[in-house]
Structures are given as structure tokens and as C-alpha cells.
Nanobody
Framework: QVQLVESGGGLVQAGGSLRLSCAAS????????MGWFRQAPGKEREFVAS????????TYADSVEGRFTISRDNVKNTVYLQMNSLKPEDTAVYYC????????????????WGQGTQVTVSS
């Protein structure tokens, strides 16, 4: 079992940057594919990015490709989401999640979720 705790959210102006962190408990962190999702008010949860167990394979939603970077540190049991060139439409609660499946955008395949961290981008 994996417990996930996100941090790093906040308020930022459009064009700015934030780095989210997700700390995982447990000794088997490196076995898991890790993903980031987000949910804006009144909208469904959507896939943002994922990374395989080693960090060598990453996948991004079209809306964040080129602006966001997912990475992981298996020694620190942490996954990161570096967000640059932020836009007001990036405003959402961001969640990290873990799955034993390969990299996937499908939220239903992720068994473990954090509590979320709010990101607000002002125009």
C-alpha cells in the first residue's frame, strides 16, 4: 500500500511557475507508475502527466505538453510536477496517484491517490 501527500500548490500569476511534490510512503515506491491529475470546479478529473517506474518514460496531456515536466526520485520516494508558463485554465486541484499498471492516462487504473493541492493561476 502507498500513501501519497502532495505539496507545493499556491497562487501564481499567469506566466509563472510552480513545482508540485508528492511524497510517498512505503518501500515499494519504485515499482509504481506515478501520475498527476487535476480537477477544476465543475469539471471532471483529467489526466496531466505520468511517469514509469524509472522516470525514463513520460506521457503528457496535450494541454500541458511543453510546459509541464514530470519527474521522480526513487531514493526520496517523491514525484514532481514542474509547471511553467502557467495559464488561468491550469487552475485546479492537482492530485498525484500511483498504479502498478504501465503509464496510463486512465484514472480508473490508479489505486492510490493523494488528498490534492490547490493551484490557482491569476490573469
Amino acid at each position: 500500500q502507498v500513501q501519497l501527500v502532495e505539496s507545493g500548490g499556491g497562487l501564481v500569476q499567469a506566466g509563472g511557475s510552480l513545482r508540485l511534490s508528492c511524497a510517498a510512503s512505503g518501500r515499494t515506491f519504485s515499482r509504481y507508475t506515478m501520475g498527476w491529475f487535476r480537477q477544476a470546479p465543475g469539471k471532471e478529473r483529467e489526466f496531466v502527466a505520468s511517469t514509469n517506474w524509472s522516470g525514463g518514460s513520460t506521457t503528457y496531456a496535450d494541454s500541458v505538453e511543453g510546459r509541464f515536466t514530470i519527474s521522480r526520485d526513487n531514493v526520496k520516494n517523491t514525484v514532481y510536477l514542474q509547471m511553467n508558463s502557467l495559464k488561468p485554465e491550469d487552475t485546479a486541484v492537482y492530485y498525484c496517484a500511483a498504479t502498478l499498471y504501465g503509464s496510463t492516462w486512465d484514472a480508473r487504473r490508479y489505486a492510490y491517490w493523494g488528498q490534492g493541492t490547490q493551484v490557482t493561476v491569476s490573469s
